[in-house]
């Protein structure tokens, strides 16, 4: 529908939801310059969040009707774009139980009550991780590559990323235990958790995985395959409506 309305002529699309619906709208805008308008109404929020966009309505509303507008990259990912992080590994699965529980929680909570119930039984994965040509192997819990800062609800996965830079930031959870994930959620809201020394964080534009069992793929909160995949920046592909 965002295509062919782009195609249409409208130079506005308005996204009412959230990241899931960003998502698909994106998918849709990519490249054609016609600039995407948010008005936050989903569970995480969490590209609204990186954009430091109004969570509040209206305030929504009358940044869409002022209409500033700003380039933005893309990340690809088994042929689909996505606007903000895309991951694999323990947040995959965290992200089957989130649409499982959706309306059972009010917001955050329910990517809370996802991740701990998901670690119950989650095993972590031996990968090989390329990033722009060199090569590490990992047993990770999971791996984020990040176009914008925030996922699940409001993690700060990738402190440091911007949506306009040209490069995905890549955190790399490692061999971490139970208690060890346990004890370092509330650093992932806080964007501390990268002290820990089985967190990595790299920078790059192509990251490409590999993995010994099949591992399912997310980008934006949505399933989208599964290993081994690539991931490439799609630069200045999206034109987003900002404060």
Do not use: W
């Not at 195609?7 to 805008?29: M, V």
């Not at 774009?81 to 699965?93: K, M, P, S, T």
């Not at 370092?184 to 010994?212: D, I, Q």
Request: hydrophobic share 40%; proline share 4%.
């Amino acid at each position: 529908m965002a295509r062919q309305a782009a195609e249409t002529g409208f130079q506005r699309i308005i996204s009412i939801g959230g990241d899931g619906t960003i998502h698909e709208i994106a998918n849709g805008l990519a490249g054609t310059g016609v600039a995407l308008g948010i008005i936050p109404g989903g569970n995480g929020n969490d590209f609204a969040r990186t954009m430091n966009l109004p969570r509040d309505p209206q305030r929504a509303l009358r940044c869409v009707a002022e209409a500033r507008v700003k380039a933005v990259d893309l990340g690809v990912v088994n042929g689909r774009y996505f606007v903000n992080v895309a991951g694999l590994g323990f947040d995959c699965e965290v992200v089957r139980e989130v649409s499982r529980r959706k309306g059972s929680f009010a917001g955050s909570l329910v990517y809370l009550y996802a991740v701990f119930k998901t670690l119950a039984s989650y095993t972590n994965a031996d990968v090989l991780i390329d990033i722009d040509g060199t090569k590490r192997s990992r047993r990770v819990l999971m791996l984020a590559v990040a176009n914008g800062r925030y996922y699940g609800g409001g993690m700060n996965v990738a402190p440091h990323a911007r949506a306009d830079d040209g490069a995905f930031d890549i955190c790399v959870a490692g061999d971490l235990t139970r208690p060890e994930v346990v004890v370092n959620v509330p650093k992932m809201y806080l964007g501390t958790h990268l002290s820990h020394p089985k967190v990595e964080y790299f920078r790059g534009v192509r990251v490409r995985v590999e993995s010994e069992r099949q591992l399912p793929i997310q980008c934006d909160g949505e399933l989208v395959g599964n290993t081994p995949a690539e991931f490439t920046v799609s630069a200045g592909s999206l034109t987003v409506i900002v404060p």
